[in-house]
C-alpha cells in the first residue's frame, strides 16, 4: 500500500511553531492519534525525538493536499536524504498510527537517527508521558 499520510509528534503538530511555516494551508484532514515509540527532547536543539519502543507517543496523523510535494519540504526538515547515510539527523519510516476510534493507519514519520554525527552530542531528556507537547507547555 502507498503512504500519503505523515504522522507528526513535534513541532509540525498543527499548534506548533513549524506547523505555521511548513504545512499551514497544505493539510486536508488531522486526526489525533497515537505511535508506540521512546519520545526524548533534544534539550540542544529545542525539538523531540523518538526512537523505537513500547510507550505512547502522542501526535497528529496528517492527510496533505499535495503529498510528495509536502514530503519534500518535510525530509529537508527532518535534514533526512533518501540513502540513509549517517549524515541524516532523522530517517523517515514506516509507523502504525491508532487513532481515537481505535482504528489503525500506516503513515510514514521521522525517526531520530542515533547513529548519525550530525546527533552525536545531543542531550536527550525522556518525556516519560509520551506527549512532547505537554513537557513544552510546562
Not at 525525538?49 to 507517543?57: S, T
Not at 525530509?75 to 533518501?82: A, F, P, R
Amino acid at each position: 500500500m502507498l503512504i500519503d499520510k505523515i504522522f507528526v509528534y513535534g513541532s509540525l503538530r498543527s499548534d506548533m511553531f513549524n506547523y505555521n511555516k511548513l504545512l499551514n494551508g497544505k493539510v486536508s484532514k488531522v486526526y489525533k492519534g497515537t505511535i508506540k515509540g521512546q519520545l526524548f527532547h533534544l534539550d540542544n536543539k529545542g525539538y523531540p525525538a523518538v526512537i523505537p519502543g513500547n510507550d505512547n507517543i502522542s501526535g497528529e496523523l496528517m492527510e496533505l493536499k499535495d503529498f510528495d510535494k509536502s514530503l519534500v519540504e518535510l525530509d529537508k526538515l527532518e535534514n533526512y536524504t533518501e540513502d540513509n547515510n549517517l549524515n541524516c539527523e532523522y530517517l523517515r519510516k514506516e509507523v502504525k498510527v491508532k487513532l481515537e476510534d481505535g482504528s489503525i493507519e500506516k503513515a510514514y514519520y521521522y525517526e531520530y537517527n542515533p547513529e548519525s554525527n550530525i546527533n552525536e552530542n545531543d542531550n536527550l531528556i525522556p518525556v516519560y508521558y509520551g506527549d512532547w507537547k505537554v513537557y513544552m507547555n510546562k
